[in-house]
């Protein structure tokens, strides 16, 4: 099937990747021409575990092309994907200018029917206004014998599993009232939904409203075991304790109930902001999302709180290891990322970092360019040299069992700050480690 998409984000080039792994004709159009010239040269601009192989081979086979020439891109798909980036505007809302100049070239260039899909996370709405646009500009052009339908179906992959992710996908929410539209979308998806049925029908409404509604639960439980963790260390109880209690009840279950320094990242932020909008916009006080977000950015300041307790306020000239600046693992992206936050505020106090990421340095690098009080550090261990203590700010894997006497020893004061739980309080008591983590008091 020939198909086209809009936007090489995360979404839409892992999405265009394995939809031509499986035999689909794939163009994939984007406005950053740096993005479009690199990937025709096979550099992949995100890391993504199974990205870089898979784009390669389908390059290669002809399967997948990129490029920037939107009109011969509208004209080859029978279904035009729209996966453009839809930030946060100044007030919080949805900015949906991208959304809409896809909307505006394809009601300019479309010369045969088409089935528009919005992967995008897009305000409940947003696909009639797409419609809207695509109609008023066929009749500018006096084309409006050209058929076209807008269909729904947002995006559930996670970044760090995204191939993964869109090759078994949970389930494929479809929102659209015409037939002719979910048999076409049936045929696409096909290849993914063969053991089992994983295709949702809904109403185009419906199907926009369950991204944020998803997004949205999923915020509500990091925040919520957030409040626990600050509960449980008021109270003298230890949260990883509370975690495995309440989690062994299927009916809350053990994912998703990590307590740590909040949630970054590009979609629960901006979802969560998007979504109170929304509610105001129909007069409505979402008071539950409104809490969520207050949290989450407390949250994010709960690491840097505990070392300037620790330090009594004295931070100037401190020297801090940082193990983890990506939002999470598997990913080099820091949109969001409570790294930042932490960094950020450890430089207004006069504190100098030592960072180390698997994958997130160059990142780093774009973000805050080159300044005295940051040095990107090659491994883990050379992050650790001189410090005054070691900051853990993402739970990748590489962090889990690291050398212990390794880590006093490089130290300058063997004290840890660990925002995500990683090591169990006794071990660390044990090597001689002063250990403070997140909702647990540190062990005698
Ligand atoms: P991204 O910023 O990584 O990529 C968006 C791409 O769209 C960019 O390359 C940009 O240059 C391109 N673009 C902008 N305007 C364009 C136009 N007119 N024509 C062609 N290309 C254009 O964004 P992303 O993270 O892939 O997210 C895309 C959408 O999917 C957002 O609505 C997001 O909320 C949603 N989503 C993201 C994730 C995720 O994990 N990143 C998961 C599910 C859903």
Redesign the pocket.
């Given at each position: 099937m020939n198909l086209t998409v809009?936007?090489?984000?995360?979404?839409?080039l892992v999405q265009a990747a394995v939809l031509a792994e499986v035999g689909h004709d794939v163009v994939c159009?984007?406005?950053?021409a740096d993005?479009v010239k690199r990937l025709n040269q096979g550099i992949i601009p995100?890391y993504e575990p199974g990205l870089e192989g898979l784009v390669r081979e389908n390059h290669a086979a002809g399967r997948i092309r990129f490029t920037m020439d939107?009109a011969a891109a509208v004209k080859h798909g029978r279904i035009l994907m729209s996966?453009?980036?839809?930030p946060p505007g100044d007030d919080g809302s949805a900015d949906l200018q991208?959304v809409l100049?896809?909307a505006e070239?394809i009601g300019r260039e479309m010369d045969g029917p088409k089935i528009v899909v919005s992967?995008?996370?897009?305000p409940v709405g947003t696909c009639d206004r797409i419609a809207s646009r695509i109609a008023e500009i066929l009749k500018e052009r006096a084309r409006e014998d050209l058929a076209f339908d807008v269909v729904s179906n947002?995006?559930?992959?996670?970044?760090g599993s995204?191939v993964a992710d869109c090759m078994k996908p949970d389930r494929i929410i479809v929102g659209t009232s015409s037939q002719e539209a979910e048999k076409v979308i049936r045929e696409l998806y096909a290849p993914f939904n063969r053991n089992h049925e994983r295709m949702i029908v809904m109403d185009v409404r419906s199907a926009e409203f369950t991204?944020y509604a998803a997004n949205c639960m999923l915020a509500t439980k990091i925040s919520f075991m957030n409040e626990m963790s600050s509960l449980a260390e008021r109270l003298d109880a230890d949260v990883e304790e509370v975690r495995r209690g309440i989690g062994s009840d299927p009916r809350i279950g053990y994912d998703f109930i990590y307590p740590g320094l909040g949630y970054g990242?590009?979609?629960f932020p901006?979802?969560v902001r998007a979504l109170i909008k929304t509610a105001e916009g129909v007069s409505f006080d979402a008071r539950m999302l409104k809490a969520v977000e207050e949290r989450n950015n407390e949250q994010k300041s709960v690491l840097f709180d505990k070392v300037n307790r620790y330090f009594k306020g004295d931070l100037e000239g401190k020297t801090f290891a940082l193990w983890g600046l990506a939002f999470k693992p598997n990913t080099d992206?820091m949109r969001e990322a409570p790294s930042r936050v932490l960094m950020e505020a450890l430089w207004q106090a006069g504190a100098a970092v030592q960072a180390f990421d698997p994958e997130a340095m160059q990142e780093c690098q774009n973000i805050y360019g080159q300044r005295d009080d940051l040095l990107l550090c090659g491994t883990k261990e050379a992050a650790l040299r001189g410090a005054d203590a070691l900051l853990i700010a993402t739970e990748w894997k590489v962090f889990r069992a690291p050398s212990f006497d390794m880590m006093r020893e490089a130290l300058k004061t063997p004290v840890v700050f660990d925002g995500r739980n990683l090591y169990d309080p006794k071990i660390m008591a044990r090597y001689g480690l002063e250990y403070h983590s997140i909702g647990r008091k540190a062990a005698a």
């Amino acid at each position: 099937m020939n198909l086209t998409v809009f936007g090489i984000g995360y979404v839409g080039l892992v999405q265009a990747a394995v939809l031509a792994e499986v035999g689909h004709d794939v163009v994939c159009v984007d406005i950053d021409a740096d993005k479009v010239k690199r990937l025709n040269q096979g550099i992949i601009p995100i890391y993504e575990p199974g990205l870089e192989g898979l784009v390669r081979e389908n390059h290669a086979a002809g399967r997948i092309r990129f490029t920037m020439d939107a009109a011969a891109a509208v004209k080859h798909g029978r279904i035009l994907m729209s996966a453009v980036g839809t930030p946060p505007g100044d007030d919080g809302s949805a900015d949906l200018q991208y959304v809409l100049a896809v909307a505006e070239i394809i009601g300019r260039e479309m010369d045969g029917p088409k089935i528009v899909v919005s992967k995008s996370t897009v305000p409940v709405g947003t696909c009639d206004r797409i419609a809207s646009r695509i109609a008023e500009i066929l009749k500018e052009r006096a084309r409006e014998d050209l058929a076209f339908d807008v269909v729904s179906n947002p995006e559930f992959l996670k970044e760090g599993s995204a191939v993964a992710d869109c090759m078994k996908p949970d389930r494929i929410i479809v929102g659209t009232s015409s037939q002719e539209a979910e048999k076409v979308i049936r045929e696409l998806y096909a290849p993914f939904n063969r053991n089992h049925e994983r295709m949702i029908v809904m109403d185009v409404r419906s199907a926009e409203f369950t991204k944020y509604a998803a997004n949205c639960m999923l915020a509500t439980k990091i925040s919520f075991m957030n409040e626990m963790s600050s509960l449980a260390e008021r109270l003298d109880a230890d949260v990883e304790e509370v975690r495995r209690g309440i989690g062994s009840d299927p009916r809350i279950g053990y994912d998703f109930i990590y307590p740590g320094l909040g949630y970054g990242g590009s979609c629960f932020p901006k979802d969560v902001r998007a979504l109170i909008k929304t509610a105001e916009g129909v007069s409505f006080d979402a008071r539950m999302l409104k809490a969520v977000e207050e949290r989450n950015n407390e949250q994010k300041s709960v690491l840097f709180d505990k070392v300037n307790r620790y330090f009594k306020g004295d931070l100037e000239g401190k020297t801090f290891a940082l193990w983890g600046l990506a939002f999470k693992p598997n990913t080099d992206d820091m949109r969001e990322a409570p790294s930042r936050v932490l960094m950020e505020a450890l430089w207004q106090a006069g504190a100098a970092v030592q960072a180390f990421d698997p994958e997130a340095m160059q990142e780093c690098q774009n973000i805050y360019g080159q300044r005295d009080d940051l040095l990107l550090c090659g491994t883990k261990e050379a992050a650790l040299r001189g410090a005054d203590a070691l900051l853990i700010a993402t739970e990748w894997k590489v962090f889990r069992a690291p050398s212990f006497d390794m880590m006093r020893e490089a130290l300058k004061t063997p004290v840890v700050f660990d925002g995500r739980n990683l090591y169990d309080p006794k071990i660390m008591a044990r090597y001689g480690l002063e250990y403070h983590s997140i909702g647990r008091k540190a062990a005698a």
